[in-house]
């Protein structure tokens, strides 16, 4: 189902595609081929997705925004966004540099 919801959205070929949480559901091989489906796009349009699996951010997309308790905490490059990271971070850097973002709310 989740698969067809991404092919009824690209079909009609918006100029902006706005997707909630596309990969939820979809095992990692799917995943990769949703990434290869945005990359594929070539720039023509403008895709917004709002996730909490950060992990795929950094060969998906190129600007990152963090929203957080109704909040704006973050908006920059992905390169920016990882580099929020603490070096000792045990967990992914995406992940870490998330939490370095909403710490405060803990």
Known sequence: MRRLGIAQALVHEPATLLLDE???GLD???????REVLQGLGGTQDVLVSTHQVDDIGETFDHVAVLAA??????GTVADFLAL?????TAGAAEAAYA???????
């Open 22 to 24: 596309p990969t939820a």
């Open 100 to 106: 370095a973002l909403v710490e405060r709310e803990r």
């Open 28 to 34: 990692p091989g799917q995943r990769a081929q949703f």
């Open 70 to 75: 109704g909040e704006l905490r973050f908006t």
């Open 85 to 89: 990271a603490p070096a000792h971070a």
